[in-house]
């Protein structure tokens, strides 16, 4: 069904936009394999990457990250 979608979408565009969407096509099939294979150890293995390898939890940020540290105020 989707093929069907496909080529119905794909009779009305112009010859410049098909090869767009054949480029785009391209690039999410090579986005996809890439994808693949940067998390893949061996055939029958996944990883998954976490914010630090090395901490058992969730890292807490302080609660004031986001204000400018006194020594930066007289610049503002």
């Known amino acids: 069904m989707a093929y069907d979608t496909l080529i119905k979408e794909a ?8 090869e767009q ?4 096509m391209r690039f999410l099939k090579y986005t996809s394999k890439k994808e693949q294979t ?3 150890i ?12 090395l ?10 990250f986001d204000e400018t540290p006194e020594c930066f ?4």
């Open 11 to 18: 009779q009305d565009l112009p010859e410049d936009m098909i």
């Open 21 to 24: 969407v054949i480029e785009f």
């Open 38 to 40: 940067e998390h893949s």
């Open 42 to 53: 061996n055939n029958s293995m996944t990883f998954h990457r976490s914010v630090n390898p």
């Open 55 to 64: 901490a058992d939890e969730f890292i807490a940020i302080a609660e004031d």
């Open 73 to 76: 105020k007289e610049y503002i």
